[in-house]
Protein backbone atom coordinates (compact mmCIF):
# COMPACT_ATOMS: atom_id res chain seq x y z
CA UNK A 1 0.00 0.00 0.00
CA UNK A 2 0.64 3.77 0.20
CA UNK A 3 1.31 5.96 2.86
CA UNK A 4 2.30 9.08 4.07
CA UNK A 5 3.39 11.05 7.16
CA UNK A 6 3.86 14.60 8.07
CA UNK A 7 3.75 16.79 11.14
CA UNK A 8 0.88 18.30 11.71
CA UNK A 9 1.33 21.38 12.94
CA UNK A 10 4.83 23.46 13.14
CA UNK A 11 5.43 27.08 14.86
CA UNK A 12 8.41 29.18 13.43
CA UNK A 13 9.28 32.54 13.51
CA UNK A 14 9.71 35.58 10.93
CA UNK A 15 13.04 35.84 9.15
CA UNK A 16 13.79 32.17 9.84
CA UNK A 17 14.43 29.04 8.20
CA UNK A 18 11.85 26.13 8.42
CA UNK A 19 11.94 22.53 7.80
CA UNK A 20 9.10 20.32 7.28
CA UNK A 21 9.75 16.61 6.53
CA UNK A 22 7.72 14.35 4.49
CA UNK A 23 8.16 10.31 4.12
CA UNK A 24 6.24 7.84 2.34
CA UNK A 25 5.95 4.55 1.14
CA UNK A 26 5.04 3.32 -2.00
CA UNK A 27 4.94 0.03 -4.56
CA UNK A 28 6.51 2.00 -7.34
CA UNK A 29 7.89 5.83 -7.21
CA UNK A 30 6.89 8.49 -9.95
CA UNK A 31 8.09 11.56 -7.66
CA UNK A 32 6.77 13.80 -4.86
CA UNK A 33 5.24 16.92 -5.22
CA UNK A 34 4.42 19.92 -2.41
CA UNK A 35 1.31 22.20 -2.53
CA UNK A 36 0.79 25.22 -0.60
CA UNK A 37 -2.87 25.96 0.68
CA UNK A 38 -3.80 29.13 2.44
CA UNK A 39 -6.83 28.81 4.85
CA UNK A 40 -10.05 28.59 2.58
CA UNK A 41 -8.13 28.79 -0.55
CA UNK A 42 -7.19 25.65 -3.51
CA UNK A 43 -3.93 24.05 -3.16
CA UNK A 44 -1.28 25.44 -5.31
CA UNK A 45 1.66 23.47 -6.82
CA UNK A 46 5.23 24.18 -5.01
CA UNK A 47 7.81 21.65 -6.54
CA UNK A 48 7.71 18.32 -7.82
CA UNK A 49 10.95 16.02 -6.96
CA UNK A 50 11.97 12.45 -8.96
CA UNK A 51 15.61 12.67 -8.50
CA UNK A 52 17.35 12.39 -5.51
CA UNK A 53 18.92 16.13 -4.31
CA UNK A 54 17.78 19.30 -3.33
CA UNK A 55 16.12 21.61 -5.96
CA UNK A 56 16.09 25.43 -4.94
CA UNK A 57 13.38 27.81 -6.55
CA UNK A 58 13.80 31.05 -4.56
CA UNK A 59 13.32 31.05 -0.69
CA UNK A 60 11.64 27.12 -1.45
CA UNK A 61 13.76 23.91 -1.97
CA UNK A 62 12.70 20.72 -1.55
CA UNK A 63 14.71 17.62 -1.07
CA UNK A 64 14.45 13.98 -2.16
CA UNK A 65 16.13 11.10 -1.19
CA UNK A 66 14.17 7.92 -3.10
CA UNK A 67 16.12 5.23 -0.75
CA UNK A 68 15.46 6.45 2.47
CA UNK A 69 11.44 7.38 1.37
CA UNK A 70 11.74 10.94 2.82
CA UNK A 71 11.74 14.64 1.11
CA UNK A 72 11.36 17.64 3.12
CA UNK A 73 10.27 21.60 2.34
CA UNK A 74 13.07 24.32 3.16
CA UNK A 75 11.47 27.67 3.73
CA UNK A 76 14.34 29.90 4.08
CA UNK A 77 13.40 34.35 5.62
CA UNK A 78 10.00 33.59 6.41
CA UNK A 79 7.31 36.01 5.87
CA UNK A 80 3.74 36.09 7.51
CA UNK A 81 1.72 35.01 4.04
CA UNK A 82 4.12 31.36 4.18
CA UNK A 83 1.38 30.75 7.22
CA UNK A 84 -0.24 27.86 5.57
CA UNK A 85 -0.46 24.24 5.16
CA UNK A 86 2.05 22.80 3.04
CA UNK A 87 0.50 18.86 1.57
CA UNK A 88 2.84 16.89 0.66
CA UNK A 89 1.44 13.72 -2.26
CA UNK A 90 2.62 10.76 -4.56
CA UNK A 91 1.63 9.83 -7.55
CA UNK A 92 -0.45 6.18 -6.86
CA UNK A 93 0.32 3.68 -8.67
CA UNK A 94 1.46 3.78 -12.69
CA UNK A 95 2.95 6.66 -14.10
CA UNK A 96 0.51 7.02 -16.62
CA UNK A 97 -2.10 8.51 -13.94
CA UNK A 98 -2.21 11.88 -12.36
CA UNK A 99 -4.01 9.80 -9.36
CA UNK A 100 -2.39 11.69 -6.32
CA UNK A 101 -2.26 10.12 -2.89
CA UNK A 102 -1.72 13.22 -0.21
CA UNK A 103 -0.44 13.34 3.36
CA UNK A 104 -2.80 15.38 5.74
CA UNK A 105 -1.24 18.43 5.67
CA UNK A 106 1.27 20.18 7.54
CA UNK A 107 -0.20 23.80 8.90
CA UNK A 108 2.79 26.22 9.44
CA UNK A 109 2.04 29.49 11.65
CA UNK A 110 4.56 31.90 11.59
CA UNK A 111 4.71 34.74 14.20
CA UNK A 112 6.39 37.80 14.78
CA UNK B 1 -8.17 33.11 -18.11
CA UNK B 2 -10.46 31.90 -15.50
CA UNK B 3 -8.66 28.46 -15.46
CA UNK B 4 -10.79 26.33 -12.75
CA UNK B 5 -14.30 26.99 -11.88
CA UNK B 6 -16.68 25.20 -9.41
CA UNK B 7 -20.05 25.74 -8.58
CA UNK B 8 -21.44 26.43 -5.98
CA UNK B 9 -19.60 27.87 -3.86
CA UNK B 10 -21.33 26.50 -0.88
CA UNK B 11 -24.15 24.83 -0.21
CA UNK B 12 -26.69 22.93 2.68
CA UNK B 13 -28.45 20.03 1.82
CA UNK B 14 -31.05 18.04 3.31
CA UNK B 15 -29.68 13.98 3.79
CA UNK B 16 -30.88 11.88 1.16
CA UNK B 17 -31.70 14.77 -1.49
CA UNK B 18 -29.33 14.58 -4.52
CA UNK B 19 -27.27 17.43 -6.00
CA UNK B 20 -24.55 18.39 -8.63
CA UNK B 21 -21.57 19.97 -8.41
CA UNK B 22 -20.09 21.61 -11.25
CA UNK B 23 -16.43 22.11 -12.56
CA UNK B 24 -15.56 23.67 -15.36
CA UNK B 25 -11.71 24.51 -16.94
CA UNK B 26 -10.65 26.40 -19.66
CA UNK B 27 -7.55 25.36 -19.92
CA UNK B 28 -8.15 22.45 -22.55
CA UNK B 29 -6.88 20.33 -19.90
CA UNK B 30 -6.98 16.45 -20.76
CA UNK B 31 -7.03 15.45 -16.93
CA UNK B 32 -9.66 15.93 -14.36
CA UNK B 33 -9.92 15.07 -10.57
CA UNK B 34 -12.16 15.38 -7.52
CA UNK B 35 -11.14 15.76 -4.16
CA UNK B 36 -12.86 16.14 -1.07
CA UNK B 37 -10.66 17.44 2.48
CA UNK B 38 -11.81 16.80 5.69
CA UNK B 39 -10.09 17.64 8.86
CA UNK B 40 -7.33 15.27 9.56
CA UNK B 41 -7.33 13.51 6.74
CA UNK B 42 -5.91 15.91 4.12
CA UNK B 43 -6.98 15.63 0.15
CA UNK B 44 -8.54 12.56 -1.11
CA UNK B 45 -8.95 11.41 -4.30
CA UNK B 46 -12.99 10.54 -5.60
CA UNK B 47 -12.96 10.25 -8.87
CA UNK B 48 -10.99 10.86 -12.05
CA UNK B 49 -10.90 11.17 -15.61
CA UNK B 50 -7.83 10.76 -17.69
CA UNK B 51 -9.34 12.03 -21.28
CA UNK B 52 -13.24 12.86 -22.40
CA UNK B 53 -15.27 10.67 -22.33
CA UNK B 54 -13.80 8.10 -19.58
CA UNK B 55 -13.26 7.77 -15.82
CA UNK B 56 -12.19 5.94 -13.28
CA UNK B 57 -12.63 5.62 -9.28
CA UNK B 58 -10.06 7.09 -7.17
CA UNK B 59 -9.79 6.69 -2.81
CA UNK B 60 -13.17 7.10 -1.73
CA UNK B 61 -15.92 6.82 -5.02
CA UNK B 62 -18.83 5.50 -2.83
CA UNK B 63 -21.64 7.62 -2.82
CA UNK B 64 -20.14 9.83 -6.15
CA UNK B 65 -20.80 9.62 -9.49
CA UNK B 66 -19.19 11.34 -12.17
CA UNK B 67 -19.34 11.99 -16.10
CA UNK B 68 -16.94 13.82 -19.12
CA UNK B 69 -19.17 14.09 -21.37
CA UNK B 70 -16.62 17.07 -22.88
CA UNK B 71 -12.78 18.25 -22.05
CA UNK B 72 -14.03 21.42 -19.99
CA UNK B 73 -17.15 20.03 -17.67
CA UNK B 74 -16.64 17.50 -15.15
CA UNK B 75 -19.78 17.77 -12.43
CA UNK B 76 -19.64 15.40 -9.81
CA UNK B 77 -23.37 14.05 -8.54
CA UNK B 78 -24.03 12.58 -5.18
CA UNK B 79 -27.07 11.08 -6.01
CA UNK B 80 -28.45 10.52 -2.01
CA UNK B 81 -26.32 12.46 -0.03
CA UNK B 82 -25.40 11.69 3.85
CA UNK B 83 -24.19 13.72 6.39
CA UNK B 84 -20.45 11.71 6.26
CA UNK B 85 -20.29 13.63 2.66
CA UNK B 86 -20.14 17.08 4.45
CA UNK B 87 -16.91 18.42 3.27
CA UNK B 88 -14.91 20.59 1.45
CA UNK B 89 -14.81 19.27 -2.61
CA UNK B 90 -12.09 20.45 -5.05
CA UNK B 91 -11.96 20.18 -8.85
CA UNK B 92 -8.56 19.73 -10.19
CA UNK B 93 -6.97 19.58 -13.68
CA UNK B 94 -3.60 18.35 -15.14
CA UNK B 95 -2.68 18.89 -19.18
CA UNK B 96 -2.03 15.40 -19.11
CA UNK B 97 -2.49 12.18 -16.66
CA UNK B 98 0.67 11.74 -16.79
CA UNK B 99 2.41 11.66 -12.74
CA UNK B 100 5.14 14.37 -13.56
CA UNK B 101 1.49 16.80 -14.51
CA UNK B 102 1.18 19.39 -11.58
CA UNK B 103 -2.40 19.67 -11.02
CA UNK B 104 -4.70 23.01 -10.54
CA UNK B 105 -6.94 23.44 -8.18
CA UNK B 106 -10.25 24.88 -8.32
CA UNK B 107 -11.91 27.10 -5.60
CA UNK B 108 -13.95 24.63 -3.72
CA UNK B 109 -17.46 23.88 -2.99
CA UNK B 110 -17.64 23.73 0.92
CA UNK B 111 -21.02 21.20 1.55
CA UNK B 112 -23.22 20.72 4.57
CA UNK B 113 -25.02 17.53 4.48
CA UNK B 114 -27.57 17.95 7.82
Known amino acids: GQNIDQPTEMTATEGAIVQINCTYQ??????LFWYQQHAGEAPTFLSY????GLEEKGRFSSFLSRSKGYSYLLLKELQMKDSASYLCAVPSGSGNTGKLIFGQGTTLQVKP | TAGITQAPTSQILAAGRSMTLRCTQD?????MYWYRQDLGLGLRLIHY???????GKGEVPDGYSVSRANTDDFPLTLASAVPSQTSVYFC?????????????FGPGTRLTVL
Open chain 2, 49 to 55: SNTAGTT
Open chain 1, 26 to 31: TSGFNG
Open chain 2, 27 to 31: MRHNA
Open chain 1, 49 to 52: NVLD
Open chain 2, 92 to 104: ASSPTPHSYNEQF
